[in-house]
């Protein structure tokens, strides 16, 4: 079992930023695929952002432009740089990981560990 935590959330006007960051308990961080969720309310789980053991990244269509996602393996930490938030954004995100089995790919639709979660709301 992987830990994962989650920093960095909280509530911010519209068109506002926060950055999220994410820190893993792996010893070999650097191997491993790492990923943002969100939970909005009424809706599914769905994939944000991903990140290769590479440095690939991939979005999802609704935070592209807006959101970064980015990892410093010798903190053995993930972030997500928010910009332009809208109130649709609002809900529980959570940091996921994986190992796969190429440095080069990520993934928006699994993850093996999970974090608790932490809490962004953008008020209008």
């Known amino acids: 079992q992987v830990q994962l935590a989650e920093s960095g959330g909280g509530s911010v006007q519209a068109g506002g930023s926060l950055r999220l960051a994410c820190t893993s308990a792996?010893?070999?961080?650097?191997?491993?695929?790492m990923a943002w969720f969100r939970q909005i309310p009424g809706k599914e789980r769905e994939g944000v952002a991903c990140?290769?053991?590479?440095?690939?990244?991939r979005y999802a269509d609704s935070v592209k432009g807006r959101f970064t996602i980015s990892r410093d393996d010798a903190k053995r930490t993930m972030y997500l740089e928010m910009n332009a938030l809208k109130p649709e954004d609002t809900g529980m995100y959570y940091c996921?990981?994986?190992?796969?089995?190429?440095?080069?790919?990520?993934?928006?639709?699994?993850?093996?560990?999970w974090g608790q979660g932490t809490q962004v709301t953008v008020t209008s």
């Open positions: 792996a010893h070999n961080f650097q191997l491993y695929s």
């Open positions: 996921a990981s994986q190992l796969l089995s190429v440095d080069y790919a990520c993934l928006l639709d699994s993850a093996q560990y």
């Open positions: 990140i290769a053991s590479s440095g690939d990244a």
